[in-house]
């Protein structure tokens, strides 16, 4: 159980167009999920947190115009990446807090995407 | 600042031995202490965790050993396997606040 899958798992996109990743639950509901970013041999860094039917939380200095979060259901988390360009290119994750019942800070984390913007 | 700070960045151990990875801390709020473990191209996958009220957790080959009064907590790993080889981030968190703060990770080489 608690299983979190992410589509796509690597895209290839030109520079100024939108690139959009999800983030879906797949046998629980997740009321908060979690957008992270990680460079090469580097650590996560957190972007933004997501809340089921409410704007997301960004980090400070995450453009929240340029990374759109959007978490329309119980289980589906997207994650826009608007006007991506070269520096945008990166490893995409998201994780999903647990379900009531589990540890209240554990996290389960999707397989990332990565993103490479031509 | 640097809520958590991880140590060796990069480790090598022969198959058999025993992989030791530490993490520090300053916030003694923190309240949970988890270890995930990453391969390449993966998304990390929880490990282990431990809370402070013990002082050592062992799950299998795996064992976090905590240390509150030095605010230390670190992750053995006995009898590595060429199949342990992976990054190891250590992470910390406290109730009432969602977020996970990770270490910089230690990339584990087991070599045979």
């Not at chain 1, 899958?5 to 639950?25: A, D, F």
């Not at chain 1, 959007?70 to 290119?89: K, M, Q, R, W």
């Not at chain 1, 994780?95 to 589990?102: H, N, T, V, Y």
Request: hydrophobic residues 35%; positive net charge; glycine residues 6%.
């Amino acid at each position: 159980g608690a299983v979190v899958s992410q589509h796509p798992s690597w895209v290839i996109c030109k520079s100024g167009t939108s690139v959009k990743i999800e983030c879906r639950s797949l046998d629980f509901q997740a009321t908060t999920m979690f957008w992270y970013r990680q460079f090469p041999k580097q650590s996560l860094m957190l972007m933004a947190t997501s809340n089921e039917g409410s704007k997301a939380t960004y980090e400070q200095g995450v453009e929240k115009d340029k990374f759109l979060i959007n978490h329309a259901s119980l289980t589906l988390s997207t994650l826009t990446v608007t006007s991506a360009h070269p520096e945008d290119s990166s490893f995409y994750i998201c994780s999903a807090r647990a379900p009531a019942g589990m540890s209240y800070n554990e996290q389960f984390f999707g397989p990332g995407t990565r993103l490479t913007v031509l | 600042q640097q809520q958590v700070k991880q140590s060796p960045q990069s480790l090598i151990v022969q198959k058999g031995g025993i992989s030791i990875i530490n993490c520090a801390y300053e916030n003694t709020a923190f309240d949970y202490f988890p270890w995930y473990q990453q391969f390449p191209g993966k998304g990390p996958a929880l490990l282990i965790a431990i809370r402070p009220d013990v002082s050592e957790k062992k799950e299998g080959r795996f064992t976090i050993s905590f240390n509150k009064s030095a605010k230390q907590f670190s992750l053995h790993i006995m009898d590595s396997q060429p199949g342990d080889s992976a990054t190891y981030f250590c992470a910390v968190t406290s109730f009432g606040n969602e977020k996970l703060t990770f270490g910089t990770g230690t990339r584990l080489t087991i070599i045979p």
